[in-house]
């Protein structure tokens, strides 16, 4: 899966229609969450770093779940912008996710495992968890 990783509130209208995951690197306003959604209306969740979701509304959050949009904590390690706009999670992360179940794990399980392995967030392993079966 793409990340789109998204810098600043200016390139919120850059963004395609077609994009599924959304990083915002920086501290969205509830105006910014409503442009991004309504410029991208097949988005399935928003990636914002944990000192980032504390500060978003109620309201915004009830008008995500409303839409279906995942609000995902954590932050995009090692990605750099000026190279690439997106970041990718590894075809490698879902062979394992794959692997993990044919083995029996149960997705608390492999979330957990894979959590410590990879270092990925929670929030977003739960999210590829929950969209990969």
């Given at each position: 899966m793409k990340i789109r990783v998204v810098s600043s509130k200016e390139e919120i209208?850059?963004?395609?229609?077609?994009?599924?995951?959304?990083?915002?690197?920086?501290?969205?306003?509830?105006?910014?969450?409503?442009?991004?959604?309504?410029?991208?209306?097949?988005?399935?969740?928003?990636?914002?770093?944990?000192?980032?979701?504390?500060?978003?509304?109620k309201s915004?959050?009830?008008?995500?779940?409303?839409?279906?949009?995942?609000?995902?904590?954590?932050?995009?390690?090692?990605?750099?912008k000026d190279i690439n706009d997106y970041s990718e999670v590894s075809?490698?992360?879902?062979?394992s996710i794959d692997q993990y179940r044919k083995d029996g794990l149960s997705d608390d399980e492999i979330g957990a495992k894979m959590e410590r392995e990879l270092h990925m967030s929670t929030d977003l392993l739960k999210f590829l968890l929950k969209n990969r079966k």
């Open positions: 209208e850059s963004l395609g229609t077609n994009e599924e995951m959304v990083h915002l690197a920086f501290r969205p306003s509830n105006t910014d969450i409503l442009t991004l959604v309504t410029k991208c209306p097949n988005v399935k969740a928003l990636h914002i770093p944990t000192s980032y979701k504390r500060t978003i509304s915004t959050q009830m008008f995500l779940d409303m839409k279906g949009i995942a609000l995902i904590e954590g932050d995009v390690w090692g990605h750099r075809d490698t992360v879902y062979e």
